[in-house]
């Protein structure tokens, strides 16, 4: 029987209060720069009232990581597999994550790269989540290819670019600037689906171009 996943942490515990504020800490000073003393004093704790909760800052930043790829979990893949057609599928896609990665500054979304800082069993289980929404994003394009909608791109190439683009988006978005989040997100999902889809011209274009070659094929098969 599989394992059940672990709920995470409700919101207004105060577990989840001192991932909210470290994840903050550690975007604006960098993992490496910030100690546990840091944190601790930030949140107007003691060391030990910390450890009493985390047992190390790798298990903070474990359980930051964790939470984060929790909520793309519940609000972007779930929902999004259930679309049936890739292209609208590739949109939300772009769209709710996008959204996610701007919340609370960005803090959790900008920790993506801390991986590194993990030990092997932590950072395996992280990387196997991430591996999760990166199989979606290039199987949705692979679905999108085998339509003839997606243009001369390598489809694994493309998802870790939109990957990238989204995860990128913590270190200049800031809130309260001349564009909300949700406009934001619209702007990146125009730009990605720009990049990597055909234009409907073409697309007929190809569709007509392999109807045509299909027939061709038939014919000469009955004609040998």
């Known amino acids: 029987m599989a394992a059940k996943r672990q709920p995470p942490a409700p919101l207004n515990s105060r577990r989840a209060e001192i991932c909210r ?6 975007q604006e000073r960098g993992y490496d720069a910030t ?17 009493h909760y985390f047992t190390s800052k790798e298990a903070l930043l474990f359980e930051i990581m964790m939470f ?9 893949l779930v929902p999004v597999k259930a679309i049936r057609d890739p292209e609208v599928r590739l949109r939300q896609l772009i769209l709710r994550h996008a ?4 919340r609370a500054r960005g803090a ?56 990238g683009m989204i995860l990128w988006m913590p270190r200049w ?38 109807s045509t070659a299909a027939v061709a094929r038939r014919t000469r098969a009955r004609a040998s």
């Open 21 to 26: 504020r470290a994840a903050q800490i550690f």
């Open 108 to 163: 959790i979304a900008f920790l993506s790269d801390e991986a590194r800082a993990l030990p092997p069993a932590q950072r395996t289980k992280v990387e196997s989540r991430m591996r999760v929404y990166i199989d979606l994003l290039r199987d949705t394009l692979e679905e999108l290819k085998k339509d003839g909608r997606l243009r001369d791109v390598d489809a694994t190439v493309a998802a870790f670019s939109i990957a």
């Open 173 to 210: 978005f800031r809130q309260g600037g001349r564009l909300t989040p949700e406009e934001v997100a619209e702007e990146i999902a125009t730009l990605a689906l720009g990049g990597v889809l055909r234009s409907a011209a073409a697309t007929a274009t190809s569709t007509s171009t392999s």
């Open 68 to 76: 984060g790829l929790e909520r793309v979990h519940e609000e972007v």
């Open 35 to 51: 100690s546990v003393s840091d944190i601790a004093r930030a949140l107007g704790m003691t060391k030990a009232g910390l450890y």
């Open 99 to 102: 959204r996610i990665a701007t």
